[in-house]
Structures are given as structure tokens and as C-alpha cells.
């Protein structure tokens, strides 16, 4: 089972309420950090959410057509440093 959060929802604490049963996706802020932040913000956001084991890093949402090429990149960046 999947579940799609959002980074409301603290990425270390939604881990443990999971407990391994929902693989958890998402959890990168859509509108202040992908659209409004910098790549280093959202690269910082990536590394938090795979150090507290979230299963599939991404947007919480849909993202705008505005949003910067180089911030999602970021996502991508992070991961390859290491899941």
C-alpha cells in the first residue's frame, strides 16, 4: 500500500506511524520550497526525507509549470548522494 503525504507532516514521525506497513511517496514541498525555494533547499528537504527513510522521494503535489527545471533536479541530486 502507498501513501502520498505532505511535508507538513514531519517525514521522521510519518516513518514511524507507517511501522513498514504503507511505503510512504512524496513529501517535498510543492509551493514554498520547489516554486518559491532554491535547488539547496529543496536539495536539503531531499536529504531529510531519505535520511528518515521515506520509501520514494518527490513532490507532495503537483507542481506548477513555473517551478524552476534546476529544483526538481535537486530531488534527483540528492538521491544519487545516497537513499
Not at 28 to 53: K, M, S, W
Request: with cysteine; aromatic share 8%; proline share 6%.
Amino acid at each position: 500500500m502507498l501513501h502520498h503525504f505532505e511535508w507538513i507532516n514531519d517525514p521522521k514521525k510519518a516513518v514511524k506511524a507507517a511501522r513498514g506497513e504503507i511505503s510512504l511517496v512524496g513529501g517535498i514541498n510543492t509551493f514554498d520550497c520547489l516554486l518559491r525555494g532554491t535547488p539547496e533547499d529543496v536539495y536539503q528537504q531531499a536529504r531529510y526525507n531519505i535520511e528518515a527513510d521515506v520509501d520514494s522521494i518527490g513532490p507532495e503535489c503537483a507542481i506548477s509549470l513555473e517551478t524552476p527545471v534546476a529544483n526538481p533536479k535537486a530531488i534527483v541530486s540528492a538521491a544519487k548522494e545516497g537513499y
